[in-house]
């Protein structure tokens, strides 16, 4: 027995008995039932078109001054409210960093502050700019971005999927390269967000986001510009020192938005028109065979159907991106909270509802199911390469396979 073997059987049973441990040893909790009340009101705010000074914010400004929508439906829109946007509802992240070159030659960039660009304004001296972001950060490096608008569809499920649970795919994954005696590198290796207060994270495009709660004050503060108690609202970086007079949101309005999302459904499994079951069934085997399921996997924990590990994986330099709501939090020096994610790391998106969320990619760079495919490098390059090498009839299955994921269905 090779000594390669002997390793990765060795790594195997170090770290099987933690897997175990963390996967099986303790039910998750029981679905809370939505507040059908709250869900109603979180629905009229939802669609709410707001304005500065709104009269459902009194005790602040309302929109803006800063915002990229007037409401949340102006992007979750595409497959029914609470969809995916569309590429005009894109964002602009930044990210500002000194570039230096040591004295070993390797050149380094720290990220000094990352942000918004926001699309709009509520007065002409709040509007943002690439120019005024450069002359208010002399000395850094700006590097901007789009980013598109997630699918909300099913997010209840995600959100209550375990910390336990995601830490299982961690381990899976690295049971998987350390078992692997030739090729290991050609293993996608993703790995959990550990945030400050000792959470994962599951949502966002970098996975920097635990809750869904904390997801809807995030978005709100930073999207509207509706500054809630957990969440300040976005400041406009042209013109420095502006407060407002109170919070937009209260923590209940929130909390409404909040049960409102949790009441959408969960996306389908449905054949497009005029597709055989058999077609759809054999592009799913060959969605395994060719390695997309490594991680894009079809469930977490008891959550069927999502295709995510919710974990991020390094998607090479041609992917690369950086930027987001705001500035990591500073964690208590007691506490493990990973490294943030590298501008080439990205969070498996969930493939479920893909097929009502084109374009796709995280800025919307592919028209196609097909293009989407083709544009992964990095960890995901395996599963690309083995695509390409597919007859032009099963990358068709495949991808038929795809075109099946479809956002809830009207009733």
Not at 95 to 110: E, Y
Request: charged residues 20%; negative net charge; proline residues 8%.
């Amino acid at each position: 027995m090779s000594r390669q073997l002997l390793g990765g059987l060795a790594l195997c049973a170090a770290l099987a008995a933690p897997l175990t441990i963390k996967a099986f040893s303790a039910r998750p909790p029981a679905p809370k039932p939505i507040d059908v009340s709250a869900a109603e009101a979180g629905k009229a705010l939802f669609l709410h078109e707001f304005t500065a000074n709104d009269p459902l914010c009194p005790n602040g400004d309302g929109l803006g001054p800063v915002f990229n929508a007037k409401s949340c439906v102006a992007c979750h829109r595409q497959g029914g409210v609470g969809g995916s946007g569309p590429q005009d509802a894109n964002v602009h992240a930044f990210i500002a960093r000194i570039i230096t070159c040591g004295n070993d030659g390797i050149v380094r960039a720290n990220t000094q502050k990352s942000g918004l660009i926001h699309n709009a304004a509520t007065r002409p001296d709040f509007r943002e700019t690439e120019e005024i972001l450069k002359a208010t950060s002399p000395n850094l490096d700006i590097h901007v971005t789009e980013r598109k608008t997630p699918a909300l569809f099913g997010a209840k499920l995600i959100d209550e999927i375990t910390d336990r649970e995601i830490l299982a795919n961690e381990r899976a994954q690295q049971l998987r390269r350390g078992m692997a005696v030739e090729g290991s590198d050609r293993v996608p290796l993703g790995r959990a967000v550990r945030l400050v207060g000792n959470r994962i994270g599951r949502f966002g495009w970098k996975g920097q986001t635990a809750s869904l709660s904390d997801f809807v004050q995030a978005a709100c503060a930073n999207e509207l510009g509706l500054g809630n108690p957990n969440q300040a609202q976005a400041q406009s970086f042209a013109k420095a020192g502006y407060t407002a007079p109170g919070f937009d949101l209260s923590l209940e309005q929130c909390d409404q938005m909040t049960a409102f999302i949790q009441s959408l459904p969960r996306p389908e499994e449905l054949a497009p028109p005029d597709v055989s079951s058999a077609d759809v069934e054999r592009g799913r085997a060959l969605f395994s065979k060719v390695g997309c399921a490594e991680c894009h996997q079809p469930d977490v924990g008891r959550v069927t159907g999502i295709y995510s590990d919710l974990l991020l994986h390094d998607m090479g330099q041609t992917l690369s991106a950086g930027g987001s709501y705001n500035d990591p939090p500073i964690p208590d020096p007691d506490e493990f909270v990973s490294a943030p994610a590298k501008q080439s790391e990205w969070r498996t998106p969930p493939l479920w509802g893909v097929a009502d969320a084109a374009p796709y990619m995280h800025d919307g760079r592919a028209a196609t199911l097909e293009e989407a495919i083709r544009a992964h490098t990095g960890q995901g390059d395996p599963a690309r390469t083995a695509f390409t090498q597919l007859a032009l009839e099963e990358q068709k299955q495949l991808v038929l396979f795809l075109k099946s994921l479809r956002a809830p269905q009207p009733r």
